[in-house]
C-alpha cells in the first residue's frame, strides 16, 4: 500500500515498482490513474486556495465597491448616477456600461469596448473575440415587480451575499470541471503509450499481456505529470515541457520497465 501511494515519487527510479507493475492487472492501472486524480485535486484545491481565490476575492471587492445599487421597478431599471457610466478595470479593461436613456437599438449601436450594456430594459453581453451578441430582457423581472408591488433592489448587501456564495462555490466548481477532464486527458495518454508498449512487446521472447502493458504506461507516464506540476505550481522553475521531451521520457520508462525492471518476469 505505501509503494502504492509514493509510487509517482518511485516511478523515477524503481525497478521493483516496475516489477510489481508488469505482474499487476489493468485494474492497478486505473486505480493509479484515479490516485493521480485525487493528487492533481488536492493540487488544485492548494492552488486556488493560494493564488485563484486572492485574485478573485480582490476582483470581486474592487467590483462591488465600483458598482451602483439599482432598482429595477415595473418600468425599467433605475440606476442613481450619472449616465451613461462605464467602468474600466485596470488590468482587464472595460467591463461594463450603464445607460438607461437608451433604447435597444441605441445600446445595440454602441462603439464602445465593454463587454456589458446595461439599459433601462435589457442586458447586452458581447464576445469581442467571437463578435457575438446576447441579449437579456429584463421584461419577465419587471412583471415580477409590478405582480410583487414592490421593485427588486439590487444593493451592496445583495452584491456581498452574492460574492460570499461565489466565494464558497470556486473552489468545487474548478474540481467538478477539472477533476474528470484530468482523469480522461491522462487515460487517453496512458492508452497512447500502452499501444507502443504493444509495439515494443514484439522485440520480447516472453510477451506480456496488454493488461500489464496498459499499468505500465499508466505508472511510465508519471515522471512527466509531476513535471507538468511542477511547471504550473512553481513558476521559478518553469521549462519547456515540449511534446518531444514528454515523448522521449515516457517511451524511455516503457523500455526501462520491459527490458531492465522486468527481468525474471512474466
Not at 99 to 115: C, H, I, P, Q, V
Request: glycine share 4%; with cysteine; hydrophobic share 50%.
Amino acid at each position: 500500500m505505501i509503494a502504492f501511494l509514493l509510487a509517482p515519487v518511485m516511478s523515477f527510479f524503481s525497478t521493483r515498482l516496475y516489477r510489481q507493475v508488469l505482474q499487476s492487472g489493468i485494474g492497478r492501472g486505473f486505480a493509479y490513474l484515479f490516485y493521480l486524480t485525487i493528487l492533481f485535486s488536492l493540487l488544485t484545491v492548494f492552488l486556488c486556495q493560494l493564488l485563484l481565490q486572492p485574485l478573485a476575492s480582490n476582483f470581486m471587492d474592487w467590483l462591488i465597491q465600483v458598482t451602483p445599487e439599482m432598482t429595477l421597478t415595473q418600468t425599467g431599471l433605475n440606476v442613481p448616477v450619472k449616465q451613461p457610466y462605464f467602468v474600466d478595470h485596470p488590468a482587464l479593461g472595460p467591463l461594463y456600461l450603464i445607460d438607461t436613456t437608451k433604447n435597444l437599438d441605441e445600446l445595440m449601436a454602441e462603439k464602445g469596448r465593454a463587454f456589458v450594456l446595461i439599459g433601462k430594459e435589457h442586458l447586452i453581453v458581447r464576445s469581442g473575440r467571437r463578435g457575438e451578441v446576447r441579449v437579456f430582457n429584463l421584461r419577465d423581472a419587471m412583471t415580477q415587480a409590478r405582480t410583487a408591488g414592490q421593485p427588486i433592489r439590487i444593493t451592496k448587501n445583495l452584491m456581498l451575499q452574492l460574492n460570499q456564495r461565489f466565494q464558497a462555490l470556486l473552489v468545487p466548481v474548478v474540481l467538478v470541471f477539472l477533476a474528470p477532464l484530468f482523469f480522461v486527458w491522462k487515460l487517453l495518454i496512458a492508452l497512447f503509450y500502452s499501444l507502443i508498449a504493444l509495439l515494443l512487446n514484439r522485440f520480447r521472447k516472453e510477451k506480456f499481456r496488454y493488461g500489464s502493458l496498459f499499468t505500465l504506461a499508466c505508472f511510465a507516464i508519471s515522471p512527466v505529470t509531476i513535471f507538468q506540476a511542477a511547471n504550473v505550481s512553481i513558476p521559478e522553475i518553469s521549462f519547456d515541457l515540449n511534446f518531444y521531451f514528454s515523448f522521449a521520457l515516457t517511451v524511455l520508462y516503457l523500455v526501462y520497465g520491459m527490458f531492465v525492471a522486468s527481468r525474471n518476469v512474466k
